[in-house]
């Protein structure tokens, strides 16, 4: 499993089961439409899933939210048609968790939703967006926060200057900055 070295660390313990569960449910069941894509691979989405629930739990936030945060990692970049900017991505993304959710009886939850959905959106539409449409909008609000900055630690992957840590959201993401560099060299390693 990638990144399984990290998360035997005493610090990873606690999401260490999440990460596993939706892991091992991407390999399985996820299909992404770039397949051979450069940057938006499962492997991708495996360090978006460990940063994503890193931050959440650095954040308190447990069981349900963290599943969320699990499930837009795992879907979010599944419906890219190139890799590049490719605004709508997330739209596409989020259709598909929604279908799949309907189509295998996997609980469907609003903010994950709106997660995928606006990942590919400047913040201002979405947050503006989930607050008139989301029912626990504060909540929701939150883990778009989380995740998107989860998404955006793993723009490393993209250069050096891939990431502008100045548009960072949460002080746990920018404590996390040399930490993202770290797992894009074990996942490198790893494939290597």
Known sequence: MLLANVLNEPDFHPIKAYYERWYTFMEENVEFWLPDSEWHTKTHSARVLLLALIIGHQKGIRDEGLDALGMAAVFHDTRRLDDGIDQ?????????????????????????????????????????????????????????????????????????????????????????????????????????
């Open 88 to 192: 709508g991505h997330g739209s596409r993304g989020a259709a598909y968790y929604k279908e799949y959710c309907e189509a295998n009886e996997l609980p469907y939850d609003e903010k994950t939703y709106f997660m995928i959905y606006y990942h590919d959106q400047h913040d201002s539409l979405g947050l503006s967006e989930i607050e008139i449409s989301c029912s626990d909008h504060e909540k929701a609000k939150l883990l778009y926060q989380i995740f998107k900055d989860a998404d955006a630690l793993d723009r490393f992957r993209l250069g050096p200057n891939g990431l502008d840590v100045n548009f960072l959201r949460t002080e746990e993401a920018r404590r996390l900055v040399e930490f993202a560099k770290h797992l894009l060299r074990q996942s490198e390693e790893t494939k290597n």
